[in-house]
């Protein structure tokens, strides 16, 4: 990668090097400015990095047991996601190295990774395309602003990413989720066909599908489609899946025109209201605790939600208290989520000669089936869709189950059990003013900087809209003829989905938003925001696919900018 000294004016500053920080760079060094990544992680090789890829179980430290304690000191928050064990702890932010603050009362995860490609090695991967359901919501209900964008001005750039990233999928036709440009879908497994059928023949309007994923089932230029090896979270050396670090690192440093710098931790930005541009990143070294400012013509903020608009809350202007981007007070507030941990899973009889093959990595999905129409139809505004899978009961599962012990026990577990359906449903959570992030008061971290403090809660909206979750899915699995069907609903703790988005929010009026419809910040023409803290609204589909074509675009918008002196 290109060496850059701190005392020349860089062409572009990328912060962060995740989903949306890997697009920023291979987009501006691909149009031909040289750009410094700054990520605030460790560094971490593609393939090499994945020290826990195909490790057997009886090398996984611990045995793959919990350590108690040091989970409850250092990985408090970070555990409870389904992506951490010992397997993946090196890709994970310390809580402890690295606190927050939060009424206990009303919790928040805010879970990050620490290496360099952020999230991108962790996410699920799922991939929605928004429609104007979506982007015209907020008008339509008369809550919060209007989204200054439509589809029609992001369809293009939907297409643009699907082609580098590859999604494979079903084409469905629906106008409210519309078809992306596909690889060939993975297939559902007996019984997901079987309970597919079942909700194709009792619901009208209402269908499950294989769940889109950024998993190539078709190769691309260095990438080999998945052999279902599993799990993915663990890293992908054969970058089947996307991440920052398996595709787009590797495309902007083909260029000749990229330095990543991890280690690097943005304090703030230094904002000249004279020209309204900022003029300087403060910058730590989280290894030396050495301060530096770097100047770029552009700055792309892709840190995350919370991290770039802890960068922003951070960033004031001379002589005054309140950040330079917040002239609207929109910032840092109407955060947002997605409902989860609520719906059902039931006992399916009658397929027990069947046993899957391989480690499929998606499951399923039922798009959104309520409020489509002009009218709202039940008791709560906006939708949700369900995600979920069908699979055997392994050994280790009846052996949580089957009372005994000895050999008759041993002999009893080496079949599998019967199958079982999981059915969960992600819920669009309304932009609410009174949820938010700040800055504590008082409170630093160990590098002086001012530790975030949330606070955050769902409203009477999601409460009813997870009913409703919870009493479809169990109609749909009892119409589908299980034998045991059991709800679930789990506390809801914001950022538990780990879709937090907003707190930096589009929309056409400086007086109420921070970002324009190009992602740039209202009061500084060179900084745009990218990430999840852009978002006007939620939808209840995965956002990542929506964070990416927005920085594909804001990209070749800035440099179009920059190329005409407008920055």
């Known amino acids: 990668m290109v060496k850059l000294e701190t005392t020349q004016e860089i062409d572009a500053i990328v912060v962060g090097s995740g989903i949306s920080g890997g697009w920023a760079a291979k987009e501006l060094t691909e149009k031909g400015l040289q750009v410094l990544l700054l990520e605030r992680g460790k560094p971490l090789q593609h393939g090499s990095g994945y020290v826990g890829e195909h490790q057997p179980p009886w090398e996984v430290a611990h045995h793959g047991l919990t350590p108690r304690t040091l989970y409850e000191d250092d990985y408090q928050i970070q555990s409870t996601s389904y992506a951490f064990d010992e397997t993946t702890r090196h890709f994970w932010n310390n809580d402890r190295l690295n606190p927050y603050d939060y ?114 089932t078709e190769p691309l230029p260095g990438r080999a489609p998945c052999h279902y090896c599993g799990p993915c979270h663990r890293g992908c050396s054969t970058g089947s899946y996307f991440s920052s670090l398996s595709s787009t690192l590797p495309a902007a440093d083909k260029t000749g025109r990229l330095s990543l710098r991890a280690n690097s931790l943005v304090e703030s930005l230094e904002y000249d209201s004279n020209v309204k541009k900022v003029v300087g990143v403060r910058v730590i070294d989280t290894e030396t605790k050495e301060r530096y400012k770097l100047r770029a013509k552009i700055v792309f903020l892709c840190a995350s939600t919370v991290g770039s608009t802890q960068i922003l809350l951070n960033s004031r202007q001379s002589g005054s208290s309140r950040a330079f981007a917040n002239q609207s007070g929109a910032l840092g507030r109407y955060m947002m989520d997605h409902t989860y941990a609520a719906g059902a899973q ?144 789990l ?50 589909v995965n956002p990542s696919l929506t964070y990416m074509a927005l920085t594909a675009r804001a990209a070749n918008y800035a440099v179009d900018q920059l190329r005409a002196g407008n920055l």
């Not at 589809?151 to 106008?175: H, N």
């Not at 809209?465 to 003829?481: E, F, S, T, Y």
């Not at 809801?492 to 921070?514: F, K, L, N, Q, Y």
């Open 103 to 216: 009424d206990a009362a009303k919790p928040f995860h805010w879970v990050r990774a620490d290496v360099v490609g952020g999230r991108s090695l962790l996410w699920a991967r799922q991939c929605y395309r928004w429609s104007d359901l979506d982007f015209a919501a907020n008008k339509k209900e008369g809550i919060a602003v209007d989204w200054p964008i439509r589809y029609e001005d992001i369809a293009p750039w939907y297409s643009y990413v699907e082609r580098f990233i590859g999604v494979s999928g079903e084409a469905l036709g629906l106008a409210h989720l519309p078809d992306s440009e596909f690889q060939k879908p993975m297939h559902m497994n007996v019984l997901e066909d079987h309970v597919a059928k079942s909700i194709a023949t009792n619901y009208a309007g209402r269908l499950m599908t294989i769940g889109r994923t950024a998993t190539l």
């Open 346 to 489: 039931a006992i399916f009889p009658g397929f027990e000669e069947y046993y899957p093959y391989g480690y499929r990595p998606n499951g399923i999905y039922i798009p959104r089936f309520r409020n489509l129409g002009a009218q709202q139809d039940v008791d709560f505004s906006r939708g949700y869709g369900y995600q979920g899978r069908a699979r055997r009961l392994s050994w280790e599962d009846m052996s949580k189950i089957l009372p005994g012990f000895g050999a008759d026990f041993k002999h009893q577990v080496r079949q599998p059990g019967p199958w079982l359906f999981q059915l969960g449903g992600f819920g669009e959570v309304l932009p609410y003013a009174h949820n938010n992030m700040q800055l504590h008061p008082s409170k630093v971290d160990r590098f002086g900087i001012p530790q975030v403090q949330f606070n955050f809660s769902f409203g009477e909206n999601e409460r009813k809209q997870r009913i409703d979750i919870i009493q479809q899915a169990q109609q749909m699995l009892h119409k589908a003829g299980a034998s045991t069907v059991v709800p679930y609903d």
């Open 491 to 540: 506390p809801m703790v914001g950022g538990a989905a780990i879709h937090e988005m907003g707190t930096a929010r589009m929309g056409a009026d400086p007086r109420s938003s921070v970002l324009n419809a190009h992602n740039q910040v209202h009061a500084a023409s060179n900084l745009f925001v990218t990430d999840g803290a852009c978002m006007t609204s939620a939808s209840c």
